[in-house]
Structure formats: structure tokens, C-alpha cells
């Protein structure tokens, strides 16, 4: 395995955007990088915290086989009370599986999109997964967004 150095570290936080991305481009980005197809996973429950110009969501989300579930946090934000939260706002998103470590958790750290503290594998990048640097959520993060829209939390 290739040792990573400065120099390459420099080369993709080029590539990486500077400003937050929203949840569509999240949800579009999530539909290239894993191109694989699942059913809407079980949203175990969901709470959802209105703090003026900005609402957090947080659910447990069940895995595909059952059995196991993963915390997933979202926070949106808009700039008047009278604006609703739609998918094109700006957001910070996160969840407690392996698949949003390893694939999504570094890009959305430098783009400024993780929620809460970021850990130690948070500020590290991947060169094995998700090489183009895409911010994106993973499939438990996607579900609940779609379960979020389905309810009307958030508009599309």
C-alpha cells in the first residue's frame, strides 16, 4: 500500500469545495458513489429539535439484516424563520456506521458538512474509498432523509 503524503494530500483538498453542500446534492452524489440498490431502511424512531434558524433530526436507523441499528444525526439550517427546511438547504449530516467512516465521513469533515465533533477517522482521508472525494451520506443517513421528506419535516 502507497504511503500518503503531503503533496497528495494538498493535490485532493484541491478538489474538495469550500462551502457545505446540501442534502439534494448528498442524495444525487449518494445515487453515483454507491450504485448498488436497497429498500428504505426501518427508522426505528425520530426526534426532531426546532432551535430557531437551524433543526436537528436524530433517529436509529435498522440495518438491511435486522438485528442492528445506527444512530444518524442531520441539521439543517435556513436564513429566516419563515424559510422551511427543504432538501436544498444547508446541513451537517452523521452516522455511526462503517460505511459513512470509510466512505463519506473525511469528505464531509473538509467540506464543513459533518455534524458534532469529528474523531480521529473523521481527518483522514481514504485512498482505497471514494478516491474522487464525492460528499455524500451513506444508506441509513439516505433512508432517513427519505422517511424526513415522507413525513414533511423537510420539503423537497
Not at 497528495?8 to 478538489?15: I, L, M, Q, V
Not at 444525526?73 to 424563520?81: D, G, L
Not at 459533518?114 to 451520506?137: A, D, H
Request: glycine content about 4%; proline content about 3%.
Amino acid at each position: 500500500m502507497r504511503r500518503f503524503t503531503f503533496k497528495d494530500f494538498y493535490e485532493r483538498s484541491k478538489s474538495l469545495l469550500t462551502e457545505k453542500v446540501t442534502l439534494s446534492n448528498m442524495i444525487n452524489d449518494f445515487k453515483k458513489l454507491f450504485k448498488h440498490s436497497f429498500t428504505d431502511l426501518a427508522v426505528g424512531y425520530s426526534k426532531e429539535k426546532n432551535q430557531g434558524l437551524s433543526m436537528i433530526c436524530t433517529a436509529q436507523v435498522e440495518s438491511e439484516k435486522g438485528g442492528k441499528s445506527y444512530s444518524v444525526s442531520v441539521q439543517m439550517h435556513r436564513k429566516t424563520q419563515e424559510e422551511p427546511y427543504t432538501i436544498k438547504s444547508p446541513c451537517e449530516v452523521k452516522c455511526s456506521c462503517k460505511a459513512f467512516q470509510y466512505y463519506t465521513s473525511y469528505q464531509l469533515y473538509a467540506n464543513k458538512n459533518l455534524y458534532g465533533k469529528p474523531s480521529r477517522w473523521n481527518k483522514t482521508p481514504n485512498q482505497e474509498r471514494n478516491t474522487k472525494n464525492i460528499p455524500t451520506v451513506c444508506k441509513h443517513l439516505y433512508s432517513y432523509i427519505r422517511y424526513l421528506v415522507q413525513k414533511g419535516v423537510i420539503r423537497q
